[in-house]
Nanobody, 115 residues
Framework: QVQLVESGGGLVQPGGSLKLSCGAS????????MAWYRQAPGKQREWVAT???????NYVDSVKGRFTISRDNAKNTVYLQMNSLKPEDTAVYYC?????????WGKGILVTVSS
């Protein structure tokens, strides 16, 4: 199994930046890919970004050019650098790990973009 813990959320003004971290523990060497999802108030959870074992990344169109997903294998941590934040980025952000067809989730962390 895999345990995921998010950190780094909070309140930021529009146009600002924030960096989320996701620490992983457990059978991490068998993780196939890691991702970030988000759920805005009153909306369904949506996929934001993915990083696969080979280092390839992919993003939802609404964050391309603003968000960057990365990983530090030595620290068993995945990051989401968020720049040029907009009010519509306000959501609970969830870390996700895919391990042999099974999805694991963190508890989520709130990001609020507001002046």
């Amino acid at each position: 199994q895999v345990q995921l813990v998010e950190s780094g959320g909070g309140l930021v003004q529009p146009g600002g930046s924030l960096k989320l971290s996701c620490g992983a523990s457990g059978i991490i060497f068998r993780i196939n890919a890691m991702a970030w999802y988000r759920q805005a108030p009153g909306k369904q959870r949506e996929w934001v970004a993915t990083i696969i074992n080979g280092g390839g990344t992919n993003y939802v169109d609404s964050v391309k050019g603003r968000f960057t997903i990365s990983r530090d294998n030595a620290k068993n941590t995945v990051y989401l650098q968020m720049n040029s934040l907009k009010p519509e980025d306000t959501a609970v952000y969830y870390c996700n790990a895919l391990l042999e067809g099974v999805n694991y989730w963190g508890k989520g962390i709130l990001v609020t973009v507001s002046s």
